[in-house]
């Protein structure tokens, strides 16, 4: 792409400060049950905490799920279940979110919290592999919207089985698409060659338009288009 230097000011660093302001001004400041899950899970697995979706991201989940009216979400990588409790704020009454993870302690947490935000019981959570989970459900386009948020290498897979279980018009979320700007380096780690080989993946994908968003660590947001039409069977002249 053609760069020019003036242009360049328009992507914006953000300082902790300027973060903060952010969150503030634009209303999507965690509340005390999501700030108290954020600090169980620093002292659950204070190595891993990073995991947890930032929380402009988080709101931005609850924001989604409500614009497009989702009933029926699907999101891989349930951690400690910061991303599942916004999805499943989001939801009308009768939706139901379905989310896959490995971790029965750090899933442990998620259920607790969940439950003590009254939502307990739009979420199903399944333990196993997640490949496993997505291959079981029903193989027609009926999801509403869904989040991919796991590991790494699987994400071209997870993407596989889900784009063809979106309903026309439904909402694929894929987070960690930038992975702290190392997918442009020369000789990136494992987990970011797997996002950029994702990335690539995605950018090729005609059954779905696309946008990708600097938020977090990045994050790439795919509308599933309807199946192509096909040409008009001949008739009479
Ligand atoms: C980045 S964390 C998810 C964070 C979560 N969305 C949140 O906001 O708190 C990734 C999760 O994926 C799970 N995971 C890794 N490999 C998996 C697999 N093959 N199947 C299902 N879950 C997996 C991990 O156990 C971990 O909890």
Redesign the pocket.
């Known amino acids: 792409m053609r760069r020019s230097e003036p242009l360049d000011l328009r992507n914006l660093a953000l300082t902790p400060d300027l973060h903060s302001y952010l969150l503030t001004q634009g209303r999507m400041t965690p509340d005390p049950l999501l700030e108290e899950l954020i600090d169980r899970t620093c002292a659950l697995v204070p190595d891993q905490a990073h995991?947890?979706?930032a929380p402009e991201e988080g709101a931005l989940l609850t924001f989604l799920v409500r614009l497009l009216g989702a009933r029926d979400i699907v999101?891989?990588?349930?951690?400690?279940?910061?991303?599942a409790l916004c999805l499943a704020r989001g939801l009308p009454a009768g939706g139901s979110i379905t989310t896959?993870?490995?971790?029965a302690e750090?899933t442990a947490l998620a259920r607790e919290f969940w439950t003590r935000a009254g939502i307990a019981d739009r979420i199903r959570l399944r333990l196993g592999?997640?490949?496993e989970t997505l291959r079981a459900l029903p193989p027609e386009p009926h999801l509403d919207l869904a989040f991919i948020?796991?590991?790494k290498p699987?994400y071209i897979g997870y993407w596989e089985e889900l784009v063809p279980r979106l309903r026309p018009g439904g909402l694929l979320l894929v987070?960690n698409t930038l992975f702290s700007g190392q997918v442009i380096e020369d000789e990136p780690g494992e987990k970011a060659a797997a996002v950029h080989a994702f990335n690539e993946h995605a950018r090729r994908d005609d059954r779905v338009q696309m946008v990708m968003l600097p938020i977090a660590d990045g994050l790439t947001m795919a509308r599933r288009l309807p199946p192509a039409r096909l040409p008009a069977p001949p008739g009479p002249a």
């Open positions: 995991m947890v979706v999101e891989v990588g349930t951690f400690t279940g910061y991303s896959c993870d490995v971790s750090w592999p997640a490949l948020d796991a590991d699987g987070d």
